[in-house]
């Protein structure tokens, strides 16, 4: 398919791999009929296509339209399918009737194209009202399955009304499967003592959610925790016996911790009967023959009670053998296991063992990742997706320009190397602090990259498209977020890791400073050895903490250069919100409440800076909190995020999230330097 240059004055996305317009228009008329033919009419039994395209005209055009079968050759609007045409393509023609007005032929080589069809058409109408441009486009996807991965377990567990609108998004950007990352968020039986106080979701929930996917053409595929990523159950009194490392079960909750240890013991039988038992209770849930085991990240293998046997016969031995069982498992009861593959890809003997028992979905989030490792997996003739990631994790606002490059150099490997799909992973460690509508460029570029194999037409058009389509501006918007998520000086990780290297970051009671010496090692991991020395090495908790804000003195005490630019996308982003009409608002507040909160963070780790002696760079032109009003403008912003979030959330582990906001209120508030 050879594209048209001007495509990108017209925003779709994905954008089309062939599309032609004159640049011309075509008026829709005010009263008309949305026709089906014969087997569309079959493919849509439902009527639900129509009632699409009726419900946008209706929004965003002010026409009033009927849907109709049978004699549809004076409809407007017509719907059919052509099984010649490929799987997953359509054929969308735009253009004048005898009359003047719009004629729209949308033509699907099965269910699903003509279904993709139908969503770039309400795009063009989302975008352009009534008078949409006269365009022929003939498309089809790159990668078979683009699918998108939600954390619902590190912190935020979305109510069913946000999920739902996600699968909206989702599918009117042709995505067509999602996964739910739980560890320990479902009602599992026997496992209360873990989900409790986590808005976990019950049967009920994953019974209406994936009805509602199937209407839209997502398939809803179950993942759940079966070998690492045990944190919560591990600490059960029922399952703490279970772990690598059971003496550590009692140790205070740790945001970091939970993404260290937390691996089943595979020599001990009940472990593969708890993963059963999971699988059991999960898996009938679904319309998906699928199921997503995850085991990635299994850290303390082999280095706790199964060290003697990783000994003899080696880690990815044993890795394996665990995982073999349970794929196993799996087949016997007709569904397809999918893993993670960060394990595999680091062990040839698990690699060679797991080829062929599961869909390796092969992460890597790096901005410069290459295709080793794709072209590694692809080799052993395993099947696979590629798995990019939005690059929202740990952060208020999301690194664009990060998950631009991770996403299109991912797709382009999937592409190459034959890929099943591509599966954009939308992470909240330490959390999910960010509001979920900050997922939203990342899902973009998903879209684009994985329909297109790769990113096709270019960043900078995408971000118009994505600013004209999803927040109705001209643009600016993806460029203010940009601009404003480069303003970090202090973020939400440092936060976390400079608290958390007292094990009782979260204790109100008072309590004697206890330096964390498995939080001090991961952030040595993170940061290298500073100008003061390892973390691991201080001797108590304040050294820790002043070694740790050593190593990033310069970016820190940047706050007064970075506040006044933070000024200055507030302004652009305030002008574009008075653009801004109906559910779009929603966007602007967003991104000014995370401004807000950016603002507040940097100035935390100003005062932080001083109090440990570390000195701050002179600020000129903004004026400079005292340590009171920067403690106060913490708190501020923190309930206004936590009334944000119980708009879009359930309660879930907010808590863990204020938790972190009022330990550093406090922190700054001891620092007391004079401003």
Same mark, same amino acid.
Request: proline content about 4%.
């Given at each position: 398919m050879t594209p048209v240059t001007n495509r990108a004055d017209i925003p779709l996305i994905p954008m089309p791999r062939l599309l032609h317009a004159d640049g011309s228009i075509a008026v829709l008329a005010a009263i008309g009929c949305i026709g089906e033919g014969a087997a569309a009419a079959v493919c849509d039994a439902s009527g639900r296509l129509m009632r699409l395209i009726r419900r946008d005209l209706e929004a965003c055009a002010g026409l009033r339209w009927r849907a109709g079968r049978g004699d549809v050759g004076e409809c407007a609007i017509r719907l059919d399918v052509d099984a010649a045409m490929a799987?997953?393509?359509?054929? *969308?023609?735009?253009?004048?009737?005898?009359?003047?007005?719009?004629?729209?032929?949308?033509?699907?080589?099965?269910?699903?194209?003509? #279904?993709?069809?139908?969503?770039?058409?309400?795009?063009?109408? #989302?975008?352009?009202?009534?008078?949409?441009?006269?365009?022929?486009?003939?498309? /089809?996807? &790159?990668?078979? &399955?683009? =699918? @998108? @991965?939600?954390? +619902?377990?590190?912190?935020?567990?979305?109510?069913?009304?946000?999920? %739902?609108?996600?699968?909206?998004?989702?599918?009117?950007?042709?995505?067509?499967?999602?996964?739910?990352? +739980?560890?320990?968020?479902?009602?599992?039986?026997?496992?209360?003592? /873990?989900?409790?106080?986590? =808005?976990? *979701?019950?049967?009920?929930?994953?019974?209406?959610?994936?009805? @509602?996917?199937?209407k839209a053409g997502i398939e809803l595929v179950p993942s759940v925790s079966t070998f690492g990523h045990q944190y919560m159950a591990l600490r059960t009194d029922r399952y703490a016996g279970l772990g690598e490392f059971p003496e550590q079960a009692g140790r205070p909750f740790s945001l970091i911790e939970r993404m260290e240890h937390h691996t089943l013991n595979p020599l001990m039988d009940e472990s593969l009967a708890l993963a059963k038992r999971l699988i059991d209770q999960y898996a009938p849930l679904f319309r998906s023959r699928r199921f997503n085991i995850c085991a990635d990240e299994t850290?303390?293998?082999? %280095? =706790?009670?199964?060290?003697?046997?990783?000994?003899?016969?080696?880690?990815?031995?044993?890795?394996?053998? @665990?995982?073999?069982?349970?794929?196993?498992?799996?087949?016997?009861? =007709?569904?397809?296991?999918?893993?993670?593959?960060?394990?595999? &890809?680091?062990?040839?003997?698990?690699?060679?063992?797991?080829?062929? %028992? /599961? +869909?390796?979905?092969?992460?890597?989030y790096e901005p410069d990742v290459d295709e080793s490792r794709t072209a590694l997996v692809a080799s052993t003739g395993a099947a696979q997706y590629v798995c990019p990631a939005v690059h929202c994790w740990n952060a208020l606002l999301p690194r664009i320009d990060t998950a631009w490059d991770n996403i299109s150099r991912m797709a382009a490997y999937g592409a190459a190397h034959r890929a099943e799909g591509i599966l954009v992973t939308d992470w909240g460690d330490y959390g999910h602090v960010n509001d979920p509508v900050m997922s939203l460029p990342g899902l973009c570029y998903g879209a684009q990259c994985g329909w297109n194999g790769g990113g096709g037409c270019g960043q900078t058009a995408v971000d118009r498209a994505i600013d004209r389509l999803e927040y109705g501006v001209e643009g600016g918007f993806v460029d203010a977020l940009r601009r404003a998520s480069a303003c970090t000086t202090f973020g939400w990780d440092d936060a976390v890791r400079y608290l958390e290297l007292d094990m009782h970051a979260y204790d109100h009671a008072d309590h004697r400073p206890v330096l964390n010496g498995d939080v001090a090692a991961f952030c040595d991991v993170c940061v290298g050895s500073g100008p003061a020395g390892r973390v691991a090495d201080a001797a108590d908790v304040r050294q820790a903490r002043g070694r740790l804000l050593a190593a990033f003195a310069a970016r820190i005490g940047d706050a007064g250069a970075r506040d006044a630019e933070l000024m200055s996308v507030r302004g652009r982003l305030g002008r574009l919100l008075g653009g801004m009409r109906g559910d779009r608002v929603r966007f602007g507040g967003s991104a000014m409440l995370a401004i807000e909160g950016v603002a507040a963070m940097n100035w935390a780790g100003w005062h932080l800076l001083c109090m440990h002696g570390i000195g701050c760079a002179e600020v000129r032109g903004v004026r400079v909190p005292s340590a009171e009003e920067a403690a106060c403008r913490l708190e501020e912003w923190a309930e206004a995020m936590a009334d944000a979030w119980r708009e879009s959330s359930r309660e879930s582990e907010l808590r863990h999230v204020t938790d972190v906001a009022w330990a550093l209120a406090d922190e700054v508030r001891r620092s007391q330097v004079p401003a």
């Open positions: 799987t997953q393509s359509y054929r *969308l023609d735009v253009g004048r009737r005898a009359d003047g007005s719009a004629s729209v032929v949308i033509v699907g080589g099965d269910a699903d194209g003509l #279904r993709y069809g139908v969503q770039t058409f309400r795009q063009l109408v #989302r975008h352009s009202g009534p008078a949409v441009p006269v365009v022929h486009i003939e498309d /089809a996807p &790159v990668l078979p &399955v683009r =699918g @998108y @991965y939600l954390d +619902v377990t590190r912190g935020r567990m979305p109510t069913l009304a946000s999920l %739902k609108a996600l699968v909206d998004t989702l599918e009117l950007h042709k995505y067509n499967q999602l996964q739910l990352y +739980v560890e320990h968020t479902f009602r599992f039986d026997g496992l209360g003592q /873990a989900w409790r106080g986590t =808005g976990a *979701l019950d049967a009920d929930d994953i019974l209406e959610l994936d009805e @509602y996917c199937a850290f303390d293998l082999g %280095k =706790g009670r199964s060290a003697a046997q990783a000994g003899a016969v080696g880690v990815g031995t044993l890795y394996a053998g @665990y995982l073999t069982e349970l794929c196993s498992y799996l087949e016997e009861r =007709g569904l397809q296991p999918m893993m993670w593959a960060d394990i595999a &890809v680091g062990h040839p003997q698990a690699l060679e063992r797991l080829r062929d %028992k /599961a +869909v390796l979905l092969n992460w890597q």
